[in-house]
């Protein structure tokens, strides 16, 4: 495999408090990496120093030049309320911009109708702007994907389809994905690799198979959490 | 109709034609109130216009340019909100300025002198107009994300602080402009306005820019209009027509729901 990031002795400190400890990693393409942690880990801290957001100590060593597509948490429909953006003009505001039909093509693959695109964007469901954000990202082929909790605000069955989505696109194009969710069934379905974050500086970090059991979720998340292993 | 009217006229439309449209996007970044302080920023030129007797638009163009280019400065400084910056330009700008500035002479920069425009000028209000409105343009969509969220803006390889200062530079121009039509103290107006209307009837981008530079227009035209046979002063009467259509604009809101 080859490896696509490097990232060595990480250190990221914000207005003075350190949030991430000298932490190091390696990705390789193809992979998806998922990132856990408890809140306040430091897991969109990590999301965004690697897309270039934060000063960081250490270093970040990207092996080919990342086409990326990115979905931050906190962007929801609420955000875009003041602006009178349909749908279709929030796909307009890619560079360059996406052809109809293939519009219509990620939207259809995310689950929404194609009357969505003439939808004012920020009276979508939190749900469906969520859903449509994923086609947004997904729709200008990007070969990096960071999606931080593309889940939030969908059904558990929504949840479902967005990660299947994502599985079945990773499998077509080889993208590398890394992925921030608290959905541990969702880990350990479908991530080959996890890296756990805390603020101690006890990362973990290796294939998800080998590594999430209870006892790692516990050092991780600081209590007992019930976990079931899919067969 | 008088050469002095079209001229008038002519100014008019293009001045407030490109502020409806520019406020589009300044509504959108809740930046509307940023014209305000800048437009205030006038007055020390107008000062120093009035004190060493050349012409008032020289005075305006260099202190409102600068203006933004001192809040665009700042802003990557302290990473403040540009509104908070305008606020204390104008404060600056506004306090020299009333140290210096012949009160009773300053009318002309309160409430602008467009009915008096000359041919030269107006040419070059026309010039200065078509030159924002196409930078306006090229770089609609992207300030457009960069409003909405400006991470993905940086992922989409756009140069945040490259299209600030195009932006800011914009909103210079047009404010100085704005005084000409209006003057200093309401320049605002012409930019706020138009958008708020437009909003309030359009559901898309596209009629969102259109009406706003449609209600711009039709202000300016009918304002300059009404003015004229109440003898009334131009400036404001252009701004009064605005908040108007606007208020038109609340009853026809269309419910997007």
Known sequence: ?231 | MSFQLIFTLISGIFISGVAGYLGTLMLSKKMSVVAGPLAHLAFPGVALALIFGFNISLGVFPFVIMGAILIWLLEERTKLPMENLAAIIFASGVGTALLFLPIDKAEEALIGSIEKITPWETTIVVVLSLLVFYVVKRLYQKMMLMNVYEDLAVIEGINIKLYNLLYLLSIAIVVALGVYLVGGLITAALIAIPAASAKNISKGLRSYKMWAIVLGTVSAIAGIFIARFARLPTGPMVVVSGVILFLISVIFRRQLF
């Open chain 1, 1 to 231: 495999m080859n490896t696509l990031l490097e990232v060595k002795n990480l250190n990221v400190d914000l207005d003075g408090e350190k949030i991430i400890d000298n932490l190091s990693f390696q990705v390789a393409q193809g992979e998806i990496l998922t990132i856990l942690g408890a809140n306040g880990a430091g897991k969109t801290v990590l999301l965004k120093t690697l897309l270039g957001f934060l000063p960081y100590e250490g270093s970040i060593v990207w092996h080919q030049k990342p086409k990326i597509g990115y979905l931050p948490q906190g962007l929801n429909q609420l955000k875009v309320k003041d602006f009178p953006l349909t749908v279709q003009d929030f796909f307009a505001l890619k560079n360059p911009v996406p052809d109809l039909e293939e519009i219509t093509t990620f939207l259809h693959l995310v689950g929404l109708e194609k009357d969505t695109l003439f939808k004012t964007a920020g009276n979508l469901s939190g749900g469906q702007f969520q859903r449509m954000l994923v086609a947004w990202t997904l729709v200008s082929h990007p070969n990096v994907l960071f999606f931080d909790e593309p889940t939030t605000g969908i059904d558990i069955g929504g949840g479902e389809t967005i990660y299947s989505l994502l599985r079945t696109i990773w499998e077509k194009e080889k993208l590398t994905i890394f992925l921030v969710t608290h959905d541990l069934n969702i880990v350990y379905k479908h991530s080959t690799h996890v890296l756990c974050l805390n603020r101690k500086g006890h990362h973990c970090f290796g294939m998800a198979k080998e590594i999430l059991n209870p006892e790692m979720l516990e050092q991780v998340f600081g209590t007992e959490i019930k976990f079931y292993e899919h067969h």
